[in-house]
């Protein structure tokens, strides 16, 4: 089993910053990739962000590139997620998940490749 908990959620005005922590425990033993995703209000689940464990690659939502890094270390098994220059859109809940197994098709914008997800973080980006 495998347990994530994402932080650092909250309201911010538009322009400002965040920055979402995803702790992981339990079986840390096989990661492929973690990512980010998110779903605003009225909304389906979108893909935001994801990582390579290894780091060899980072992947970005169009909406998101430039504003978001995503980062991970992974002595402390803990996935970053650092928006910038928020607006008002970007409000949602973002989820972490992790993939375990990876696969010759890895996809890390779809949703179904990821094995285990936290609970969210509710993000608040005021006009």
């Known amino acids: 089993q495998v347990q994530l908990v994402e932080s650092g959620g909250g309201l911010v005005q538009a322009g400002g910053s965040l920055k979402l922590s995803c702790a992981r425990s339990?079986?840390?033993?096989?990661?492929?990739?973690m990512g980010w995703f998110r779903q605003g209000p009225g909304k389906e689940r979108e893909f935001v962000a994801a990582?390579?464990?290894?780091?060899?690659?980072?992947y970005y939502a169009d909406s998101v590139k430039g504003r978001f890094t995503i980062s991970r270390d992974i002595a402390k098994n803990t996935v970053y997620l650092q928006m910038n220059s928020l607006k008002p859109e970007d409000t949602a809940v973002y989820y972490c998940?992790?993939?375990?197994?990876?696969?010759?098709?890895?996809?890390?914008?779809?949703?179904?490749?990821?094995?285990?997800w936290g609970p969210g973080t509710e993000v608040i980006v005021s006009s």
């Open positions: 998940a992790v993939d375990l197994s990876g696969g010759s098709n890895w996809n890390p914008l779809r949703d179904y490749e990821y094995d285990y």
């Open positions: 339990g079986r840390t033993s096989n990661t492929y990739a």
């Open positions: 990582i390579n464990w290894s780091g060899s690659g980072r």
